[in-house]
């Protein structure tokens, strides 16, 4: 979908017209799937979250100023969600837990499938800092654009790529090295 | 500077290798040309496969949910008109639904029925038409009161069947999910319906909300117990709930005035019986028909029992406990207890013997 249509199709959704929104969520409806996916673990409750999600859109879609703050703006309300799901949930997880929810993602990668090399460059990536290990994580294995990253770890986008460039030379570094202690 | 030069570029390749574009200038690279495999390598990982299959369902759901919303309150208010004309059309409708139903049987049965069979549907409709023929806002909220104790009985009934093995972990799912969406929502509109009203908040609405509140979390907790997986959570959700639409309505309870020494009104925590009622608080209005704990009035009758003071000494200002039963959509003082006079605020001695309390039936 080009910018100009995604456009109009905000314009026309804040006027009221919910096919319009359909056109929106059609868009990014994947995208925030897979998101809530790889939080929740378990398709039902990620589609339910979804539902929350664009319904959550819907009622405040006259707050989004500009087409390109939608994906940020959903990405918003989503973790919201999320963090609402696991606070329900508390009688079985602890609060301590609810405020790392997001960093405890899933991971999307499918590991057994994983070739000899592969498997070196993941275990690798376990000894990377959490944050440089996330920002890979959301960019190689999520899709995630670095304003998106930006947003979920409340980060600025310099920030997302310096710690996306520290990763890379470090992740090379361990690489070349090989397994330490 | 140089490791602002390198972020850009490894953002660049980061951004080339996943768009599939042309890698040339950084393989020549002797410094670049490791970073871009290792790139590469990092872009290829397989991926578990996301079930996105039911992103249609799930678009349908939204827009059930939009098109629920807005048919709103105010909305409605708009066209009274309409609204009239439904219900002239559903009273039309009620009555020849029921008498083709009470022919064939069918009605007792649905009224019987549970989630899962055929004609459940049936009680749901039969539902609707009572809320859109109710004489007002008051008789409305009693109704969904009731249709939320209606909804915690079927649950309990799709538990045990469950637990029977009479039905399957998926239908249990899919039914509980739907049984607890709508308990939520009864309870919500019930809550909205006590807090909205222009006028004073009716406590005996507000009683009986938390009496169900109080039952939910009663039968929720049981059942989450015995829960596990998504049914559990499913039911943890509502518990959630559960929990808001009665500290709400006790904040509306304590907003209505009645507080007696900073205690709020006491609400019997298990009456089983939903058309009973107990209330404390000081007397507002006495006369010879009825008293009043605020807007909390109870109709007195032959069969009303006093204790610690007999039905000519009741007076404002008194502080009483009345237990009442509501029949015929009013309600009646079964007990009043008179707790403290007026005069002395003094709280009476509960340890005298039965006979020397003054104690009468009317």
Same mark, same amino acid.
């Given at each position: ?13 804040? #006027? ?12 990014? #409806? ?22 929350? $999600? ?11 100023? #500009? ?32 405020? #790392? ?5 899933? $991971? ?71 397994? $330490?202690? | ?15 080339? /290798? ?10 020549? @690279? ?9 790139? &590469? ?32 309150? !105010? ?16 009273? +039309? ?10 022919? +064939?049987?069918?009605? &007792?049965?649905?009224?019987? @029925? !549970? ?29 969904? +009161? ?30 509980? @999910? ?11 509109? &019930? &809550? ?10 009716? /406590? ?75 209330? =404390? ?9 009825? !008293? ?8 007195? =009758? ?19 406990? +009345? ?26 001695? =509960? ?12």
């Amino acid at each position: 979908m080009t910018d100009e249509e995604l456009k109009k199709a905000l314009e026309s959704a804040q #006027s009221g017209n919910t096919s319009a929104f359909g056109i929106i969520y059609d868009n990014y #409806s994947e995208k925030m799937f897979r998101f809530i996916f790889f939080r929740v673990g378990h398709k039902e409750v990620a589609e339910d979250i979804l539902a929350d $999600t664009f319904v959550k859109a819907w009622q405040k879609i006259n707050q989004v100023q #500009s087409h390109s703050a939608i994906p940020s703006w959903l990405y918003q309300i989503a973790k919201n969600n999320i963090i609402d799901f696991y606070r329900v949930r508390k009688t079985t997880i602890s609060l301590e837990e609810v405020a #790392s929810v997001l960093e405890d993602a899933a $991971t999307p990668i499918d590991e057994l499938s994983l070739g000899f090399e592969q498997r070196k460059i993941l275990k690798m990536l376990e000894q990377l800092p959490l944050e440089q290990q996330q920002v890979i994580q959301y960019k190689f294995f999520e899709d995630l654009t670095n304003q998106e990253i930006a947003l979920i770890m409340n980060k600025t986008e310099g920030a997302v790529r310096v710690l996306q460039h520290r990763a890379i030379i470090k992740l090379k570094e361990l690489l070349k090295r090989g397994p $330490t202690s | 500077m140089q490791e602002q030069i390198d972020q850009n570029q490894i953002n660049e390749m980061i951004n080339r /290798v996943k768009q599939r574009g042309d890698l040339a200038v950084w393989k020549k @690279s002797r410094a670049l040309s490791p970073l871009l495999t290792l790139i &590469v390598k990092l872009a290829s990982l397989p991926r578990i496969n996301v079930p996105t299959d039911g992103l249609g369902r799930v678009k349908n759901q939204i827009f059930n949910r939009i098109r629920t919303a807005e048919t709103s309150p !105010v909305r409605t208010r708009v066209y009274w008109h309409w609204l009239t004309t439904l219900k002239i059309t559903g009273g +039309i409708m009620a009555s020849v639904l029921i008498m083709v139903s009470l022919t +064939i049987g069918v009605a &007792v049965a649905a009224l019987e @029925s !549970v989630p899962g069979q055929p004609i459940y549907p049936l009680k749901k409709t039969v539902e609707k038409i009572q809320l859109t023929l109710a004489a007002n806002e008051e008789r409305k909220a009693d109704l969904q +009161i009731k249709f939320a104790h209606n909804r915690l009985d079927e649950l309990e009934q799709v538990l045990e069947k469950n637990s029977e093995g009479k039905l399957s972990e998926k239908d249990t799912q899919k039914i509980i @999910s739907q049984t607890v969406k709508d308990l939520q929502q009864t309870t919500k509109d &019930v &809550v909205t319906a006590t807090t909205t009203q222009d006028k004073e908040p009716n /406590v005996s609405t507000l009683t009986k909300l938390v009496e169900l509140s109080n039952k939910q979390k009663t039968v929720l907790e049981s059942a989450t117990i015995k829960s596990e997986g998504e049914i559990k959570l499913e039911l943890e959700k509502a518990l959630e709930v559960s929990k808001i639409s009665r500290e709400e309505a006790i904040e509306n309870i304590e907003r209505a005035g009645l507080v007696i020494e900073d205690q709020p009104i006491t609400l019997e925590e298990k009456i089983s019986d939903p058309s009973k009622i107990k209330a =404390s608080g000081k007397l507002t209005t006495v006369t010879n028909q009825s !008293v009043s704990i605020g807007s909390a009035k109870f109709l007195l =009758s032959s069969a009303t029992e006093y204790v610690n003071v007999k039905s000519s000494e009741l007076k404002i200002d008194q502080i009483v406990s +009345i237990v009442g039963e509501v029949r015929d959509g009013e309600t009646f003082a079964t007990k009043i207890t008179l707790e403290k006079n007026a005069e002395t605020l003094e709280p009476l001695d =509960s340890s005298l013997p039965d006979s020397e309390k003054n104690s009468e039936s009317q």
